[in-house]
Structures are given as structure tokens and as C-alpha cells.
């Protein structure tokens, strides 16, 4: 996915921070941050449709801590 068809992609969902005015959203970034490679396409859409039908970048933030491949880079980190 490029950093174009992301900001495409970012149209409906509408609250800006600093890096989303450079035309990536929370999703893109939480990807990158916590799951240190860019969003496939699946759970890009997914995570934005869940922050379109309501849910707080807070809890998909915590979804992304839960998940697996967190845990998985987590344990790789910390050797736990």
C-alpha cells in the first residue's frame, strides 16, 4: 500500500494529529509504531472501518497491543 492511496483511504475518518496532516492516520501510524512494518491491506481497512463505526483510537490502540504479532515482537525485545 503506498503512502497515497493511504491518504485516499484516510477521507472519511476525520481528526487530525501532526502526522496526519503530512496524509497518514492512525492506523498507518499505529502499524508503523507499534508493529514496526507498513498495513497490509486487510487490517488497514479493517481498523478503519472499526474507527468509522465509532471505536476510539484508544481501543485500537490496545487492540494492536493484544494482538499476536505484537506480542510476538514484544517477546523478541524484551526476551520474555
Known amino acids: ?3 497515497s492511496s493511504l491518504r485516499e483511504q484516510n ?3 476525520k481528526k487530525y494529529s501532526s ?3 503530512l496524509g497518514y492516520n492512525t492506523n498507518y501510524i499505529l502499524y ?3 508493529l514496526k ?3 497490509d491491506n486487510w487490517g488497514y481497512s479493517h ?3 472499526l474507527l468509522n463505526k465509532g471505536m ?3 481501543e ?3 487492540e494492536f497491543l493484544k494482538s499476536p504479532e505484537y506480542n510476538k515482537i514484544k517477546s523478541e525485545i524484551t526476551g520474555k
Open 47 to 49: 481498523y478503519l472501518d
Open 32 to 34: 508503523r509504531v507499534i
Open 56 to 58: 476510539t483510537e484508544k
Open 11 to 13: 477521507k472519511p475518518y
Open 37 to 39: 512494518r507498513p498495513p
Open 19 to 21: 502526522w496526519e496532516k
Open 1 to 3: 500500500m503506498t503512502g
Open 60 to 62: 485500537i490502540f490496545e
